[in-house]
């Protein structure tokens, strides 16, 4: 069975069979993860899932109980999506609603591979559905009849090759990951250096435009003199040339 979990203080949650067809829904107030355990124990869950990116304790309590594997989206399911996966099935509240939604997404993600298993061996459904959920080699659990092994052969190399070029996309997209760490943090440094540059340029100006300003009006006060205090100014001029000469500048 594959069972989908929303914890809290109100915990939801909804098991389906392995055609995605919902067994049982439901909800509690204030019970432990080992009464969830046992009501959930007559189900022999073989997929645990979860609404959430981040996977919490106690769906991975759960799943540890029943060595069962966890599925967790990408990203956190938003409201429209959970809606749109349970439609056509009745909730009571929005906790059974989000177990439903959590349990949904897994069947929908392993829906291709539970149809190859069942292909594979109808006589030993359960036992090879497992293997599938758990990422197990299907010729391990099924011995293929004869006349069908070159068919069970191709499903298992097709299975493997899918799985191969999953892993490829994952350690790609780690790696462009860690190329744009690495771009963002050379960023983020000229940014800085140049922030500091900044600030000393537009310091610079400013002592600058206080200095020109300072010699204006320097300038000013001796250009706007009367005639009189030029000439006394002409007379001290001989006396200290010096003196006279600081007022200019």
Same mark, same amino acid.
């Given at each position: 069975?594959?069972?989908?979990?929303?914890?809290?203080?109100?915990?939801?949650?909804?098991? =389906?069979?392995?055609?995605?067809?919902?067994?049982?829904?439901?909800?509690?107030?204030?019970?432990?993860? %080992?009464?969830?355990?046992?009501?959930?124990?007559?189900?022999?869950?073989?997929?645990?899932?979860? %609404?959430?990116?981040?996977?919490? #304790?106690?769906?991975?309590?759960?799943?540890?109980?029943?060595?069962?594997?966890?599925?967790?989206?990408?990203?956190?399911?938003?409201?429209?999506?959970?809606?749109?996966?349970?439609?056509?099935?009745?909730?009571?509240?929005?906790?059974?609603?989000?177990?439903?939604?959590?349990?949904?997404?897994?069947?929908?993600?392993?829906?291709?591979?539970?149809?190859?298993?069942?292909?594979?061996?109808? #006589? $030993?459904?359960? %036992?090879?559905?497992?293997?599938?959920? $758990?990422?197990?080699? =299907?010729?391990?659990?099924?011995?293929?009849?004869?006349?069908?092994?070159?068919?069970?052969?191709?499903?298992?190399?097709?299975?493997?090759?899918?799985?191969?070029?999953?892993?490829?996309?994952?350690?790609?997209?780690?790696?462009?990951?860690?190329?744009?760490?690495? $771009?963002?943090?050379?960023?983020?440094?000229?940014?800085?250096?140049?922030? $500091?540059?900044?600030?000393?340029?537009?310091?610079?100006?400013?002592?600058?435009?206080?200095?020109?300003?300072?010699?204006?009006?320097?300038?000013?006060?001796?250009?706007?003199?009367?005639? %009189?205090?030029?000439?006394? =100014?002409?007379?001290?001029?001989?006396?200290?040339?010096?003196?006279?000469?600081?007022?200019?500048?």
């Amino acid at each position: 069975m594959i069972v989908g979990i929303d914890p809290g203080t109100t915990v939801g949650f909804a098991v =389906l069979d392995l055609d995605g067809n919902p067994v049982k829904v439901g909800s509690f107030k204030n019970k432990s993860i %080992d009464d969830l355990v046992r009501i959930l124990s007559s189900y022999e869950p073989v997929l645990v899932s979860s %609404d959430v990116a981040k996977v919490p #304790e106690a769906v991975k309590k759960v799943a540890i109980a029943f060595n069962a594997t966890v599925f967790h989206p990408t990203e956190n399911l938003q409201i429209e999506e959970k809606v749109k996966l349970i439609r056509g099935h009745s909730v009571s509240n929005v906790h059974e609603r989000d177990a439903l939604a959590a349990a949904i997404k897994a069947y929908k993600h392993y829906s291709s591979k539970l149809r190859k298993a069942k292909k594979l061996a109808a #006589e $030993r459904q359960e %036992d090879i559905l497992r293997a599938a959920l $758990r990422e197990v080699r =299907l010729s391990d659990v099924a011995e293929p009849h004869p006349a069908d092994s070159k068919e069970n052969t191709a499903g298992i190399a097709e299975v493997r090759k899918e799985l191969g070029i999953e892993k490829k996309k994952a350690i790609e997209l780690e790696r462009k990951n860690k190329e744009l760490r690495k $771009r963002l943090a050379v960023a983020n440094k000229k940014i800085s250096v140049l922030e $500091r540059k900044l600030a000393r340029v537009e310091k610079f100006s400013q002592k600058e435009e206080v200095a020109r300003e300072h010699k204006e009006e320097k300038h000013a006060s001796i250009t706007e003199l009367e005639p %009189d205090e030029v000439e006394k =100014l002409f007379l001290e001029y001989k006396k200290n040339p010096k003196k006279i000469a600081n007022l200019g500048q």
